[in-house]
């Protein structure tokens, strides 16, 4: 197999540093690597497996000889770096949500739509972290029993916000603690002790942006008719790491819980948690740092006909952004994709 020449773009931040330890983790043979940031991060000293990098300034000559991208350093920079990646001949693996719903790119979990990477022309794009922790549950459910209804509420922790908002979550609880005023920056309300009905700005149809992605980008990925009824409330709670989903589904054919667990436990990435009984139950401690997600809470739904409801928990930055990115990097080379 060839091997390539990979760089990190956002290599600084929260999901770039994940990436970096998941590369290792997963055993990515590749050539040569590199390290990318914004002026501002260029020049930090980075030890990867044992040797010293010196991260680079992005600039389109950066991506000169490089075969795979692995970027997660906001939509602009992806739209600005994009054609200068993909005119040099690369494979642009992206985690914003710039090109997400375009026609031409795929949008891809690992194991759950492998066959669409195929068609890449370029650029593979990473689905949000609300909609990526969920694929891995519904793709063997649907292919059992065939969803009909979906609706999503998520509780999602501030390191889906980056860096600066998991230094806003200690820096705000500890001034609620000792009284003293403080400026939320991050968050339009304070995150301290709180729940904010709101990621990401709100569209004309009362929706959320994050929750539009969660509609939208399961359609896409499990190939769902557009018109399959999907909603969703997305909320940031006061958790540093790990997001946690409650989720009820609607089948088009009868399915029991038993055999919801059976067939979960079975399932690639899946961890099935679930005895109440002993109050065994996911919960985003189990999750944070680890690769599985967990699915527990698992019962007959009391609204919906062949309805099923579940809670699931997964590590946001791992399954919802830098795991992912990096099995995509596996797929595309075991896939001679590149
Ligand atoms: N956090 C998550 O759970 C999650 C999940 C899915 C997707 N994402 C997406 O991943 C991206 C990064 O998220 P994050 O949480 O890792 O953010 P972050 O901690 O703020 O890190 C941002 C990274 O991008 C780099 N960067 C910023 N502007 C750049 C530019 N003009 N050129 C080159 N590099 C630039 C930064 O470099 P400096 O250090 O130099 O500033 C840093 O390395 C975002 O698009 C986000 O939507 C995040």
């Known amino acids: 197999m060839r091997k390539p020449n990979i760089a990190i773009l956002g290599a600084t931040g929260v999901v770039g540093r994940e990436i970096t330890k998941i590369i290792d983790e997963l055993k990515i043979d590749f050539n040569e690597i590199k390290f990318l940031s914004s002026a501002k991060s260029a020049g930090t000293e980075l030890e990867f497996q044992g040797k010293k990098y010196i991260v680079e300034e992005a ?3 950066s991506f000169d000889g490089v075969n795979i991208v692995l970027a997660s350093a906001g939509g602009a920079t992806s739209q600005k770096f994009a054609p200068e990646i993909v005119k040099r001949g690369g494979v642009l693996i992206d985690n914003s949500s710039a090109f997400r719903m375009e026609n031409d790119v795929p949008l891809v979990i690992a194991y759950v739509n492998d066959e669409d990477l195929k068609k890449h022309k370029g650029i593979i794009a990473n689905p949000n972290c609300s909609t990526s922790q969920l694929m891995l549950v519904l793709k063997p459910l649907h292919e059992k029993a065939v969803i009909k209804r979906l609706i999503v509420s998520t509780y999602q922790a501030v390191s889906g916000a980056g860096l600066a908002a998991i230094n806003e979550l200690t820096a705000n609880t500890k001034a609620s603690l000792a009284g003293e005023d403080f400026e939320n920056k991050c ?3 304070p995150i301290a002790f709180n729940v904010i009905p709101q990621i990401d700005v709100f569209c004309d149809n009362g929706y959320t942006k994050e929750e539009m992605k969660v509609v939208n980008e399961t359609k896409k990925i499990l190939h769902l008719a557009a018109e ?13 790491n790990g997001h946690s989903e409650a989720v009820d589904i609607e089948f088009e054919k009868d399915i029991t819980p038993d055999e919801v667990r059976e067939i979960l436990k079975d399932s690639f ?3 099935v948690i679930d005895n109440p009984d002993n109050y065994e139950y996911p919960t985003t401690r189990d999750a944070s740092g680890v690769n599985p997600v967990f699915v527990g809470r698992i019962r007959k739904n009391l609204a919906f006909n062949n309805g099923i409801t579940l809670w699931c928990v997964a590590d946001n930055l791992r399954i919802g952004a830098a795991l992912n990115t990096v099995r995509l990097c596996q797929k595309v080379i075991e896939m001679n994709l590149y």
């Open 228 to 240: 399959t009824p999907i909603s969703c409330t997305a909320a940031r709670v006061p958790v540093y």
């Open 269 to 271: 990435g899946i961890k």
């Open 187 to 189: 968050f339009k309300k």
């Open 59 to 61: 600039k389109p000559e």
